[in-house]
Every structure is written in C-alpha cells, then in structure tokens.
C-alpha cells in the first residue's frame, strides 16, 4: 500500500457554489478564480492560518447564489458578488467577523 499523503496545516476551508441553479449567470468561475489573490498570505501552503479553498457542484441549497460556505464556522453566505467575496475574506477570514448581513444559515 502507498504511504498516507501528508496535510499541511489550515484554519478554514471555503466553498463555492458551482450548480447552475445557484450560479445562473457563470459568475463562480471568475469569484474562484479570484480567490488566491484576495487570500494573499492566507492562501499560502505553508501558513499555519492557511485558509483552503474549493468548489462544489451542488451545495444543496440551489437558490439565492452564488453561495459560498466557510468550515469549521458553517457559515453560508448568498448573493455574493465579487465585492461581498472582498469583504468575506478581510472580515471573515482575516478579522473572524463574518459579514451578518449575507449570512443566511450557520451550522448548529
């Protein structure tokens, strides 16, 4: 058997809707595409505060997208545009103060 693959450390994950029910007008290509920019230092493999990011073909919610998520928090955010992405990532991710008015479901 292969030897087990090794994960460097990381603080968040982030996800964004890829269905074409929540991104109707193909908007999440460009918002993750964006994301290693926006994270900057917090993109970076070997940051301990590394935040990972994904995409997800359905998220299960389909309305009211783009949507993105943020683990271990569960905090799902909708409607978000690029600069609603900005700030989901200098408040949220870098100042742990999520952006309450597009959040619409936390987990728990």
Not at 11 to 37: K, M, N, V, W
Not at 56 to 77: D, F, H, K, N, T
Request: glycine share 10%.
């Amino acid at each position: 058997m292969p030897g087990r693959p090794t994960m460097n450390p990381y603080t968040r994950h982030i996800f964004i809707c890829t269905g074409s029910y929540c991104d109707p007008q193909g908007l999440t290509e460009a918002l993750y595409a964006r994301l290693p920019r926006l994270l900057g230092a917090l993109g970076h493999y070997e940051n301990p505060r590394r935040v990972k990011r994904g995409t997800a073909a359905c998220l299960g919610v389909c309305s009211g997208g783009p949507l993105v998520v943020v683990y271990p928090e569960g905090i799902w955010y909708h409607h978000v545009d690029e600069s609603v992405l900005e700030r989901i990532v200098r408040e949220h991710l870098e100042q742990n103060r999520p952006v309450e008015e597009y959040i619409f479901h936390r987990l728990g």
